[in-house]
């Protein structure tokens, strides 16, 4: 399947970055087809050429087809781009599972865990389809702001897949001279990196909105990295993947950029705010809040201890304040920075070893 053969593509999903893709793929000269569940976003785009819900001030390219019907927007397509929220994963994978008539490219570019079976997106698309389908699902993993991509500013992203050809095929369809992709094989860094990188921005927001400084942040990023490999290492991840766009690259620029919704729910829980009031209150979703509670079963169930995953979980569902969480993980026992390594090159996971 060369690149030339991807003519149509369909976009599941109108949230700010589902719409970012499909303007972005759209400048390429593609048809874009873009299912929106809310008719208003469908309205939006197809009269006024703009997602006034979730990307405003973006003019979008006339070729993007914005529709309610799965199936129109699935027929015919040469690549599925899946970008709808996690939460929703497996209840549109059972709809469009029976579209699907025969095998095509699968780019997963939502980010987090499915809180109830604790599968990452790639496992929960999977379920849904014959294994020997498998082979055609990539991930898309980065730091990259919507809004950013569709100004055009430089960034970079990994494609990640079981088959390299198949990634290498797909890489020529997403890169742009603006919009780097980097060719990856660590499916399960990939997808951990994406999630668990929110979590720690909605910590990097409680510290700021604390005002505890720059010291503080720096600290909390680079402990957050720690229980990032930590877990990603026990559930079989590549280390080095978290070194990468998907994991440091992505960490940094939630945990530091003001338009990271996770980073903004973090300022809200320093000043008060409950988890309630943030879901009442906001149309977008920060996929850090059911992240941190998934993040505390896969802990669990993997032997890892992750201490600011566990405090960001203590605020948003147990009503800890967060200057008491903060306060608890000065005052754990010091310990050496450096992880040790067991004799079979594995993680061993004794008191020294623990964040």
């Known amino acids: 399947m060369p690149p030339s053969s991807v003519r149509v593509i369909s976009v599941i999903g109108a949230g700010a970055w589902g719409t970012a893709l499909a303007h972005l793929l759209a400048t390429k000269g593609l048809t874009i087809r873009l299912w929106a569940y809310e ?3 469908v309205e939006s785009i197809q009269t006024r ?29 040469d690549l599925m781009v899946l970008a709808v929220p996690s939460h929703t994963m497996n209840s549109m994978m059972a709809l469009i599972r029976p579209l699907l008539k025969k ?25 849904h389809l014959p294994e020997s389908w498998n082979t055609w699902l990539t991930v898309l993993s980065g730091p990259s702001f ?3 991509v569709c100004r055009w500013k430089p960034t970079t992203i990994l494609l990640a897949g079981n088959d390299f050809n198949l990634v290498n095929r797909l890489q020529q369809v997403f890169l742009t001279p603006q919009f780097r992709v980097y060719a990856g094989r660590d ?18 927001g409680i510290v700021d909105g604390l005002d505890l ?24 991840a590549d280390t080095s993947t978290f070194y990468g766009l998907s994991g440091l690259g992505d960490l940094v620029l ?81 310990k050496s920075e450096t992880e040790r390594m067991g004799s079979d ?7 020294s070893s623990l964040s």
């Not at 009031?277 to 941190?292: D, K, N, P």
């Open 146 to 148: 919507a809004a950013e």
């Open 49 to 77: 050429r703009e997602n006034t819900w979730y990307l405003p001030d973006v003019v979008l390219p006339n070729s993007i087809q914005a529709m309610n019907s799965l199936s129109d927007c699935l027929q015919g397509t």
């Open 187 to 204: 499916v399960i860094g990939a997808q951990l990196g994406g999630a668990l990188k929110n979590v720690m921005a909605i910590a990097s």
């Open 103 to 127: 095998p095509l490219p699968i780019t997963i570019a939502t980010k987090g865990i499915e809180e109830d079976t604790l599968q990452l997106m790639s496992q929960v698309v999977e379920g």
């Open 213 to 236: 400084g720059s010291n503080a942040r720096a600290a909390l990023i680079t402990r957050g990295l720690a229980e990032m490999i930590r877990l990603g290492r026990a559930m079989g």
């Open 345 to 351: 090159g594995m993680h061993t996971f004794t008191p």
């Open 254 to 334: 939630t945990s530091t950029g003001t338009l990271s919704r996770n980073y903004q729910v973090g300022l809200q829980l320093a000043k008060g705010t409950d988890r309630a009031t943030l879901s009442a209150t906001t149309r977008t979703v920060a996929e850090g809040i059911t992240t941190s509670r998934a993040a505390i079963s896969l802990a669990s169930q993997h032997h890892v201890e992750m201490p600011i995953v566990q405090g960001v979980y203590r605020v948003l569902f147990e009503g800890n304040n967060p200057r008491h969480i903060v306060s608890d993980l000065m005052s754990r026992t010091a």
């Open 39 to 41: 008719p208003e976003v």
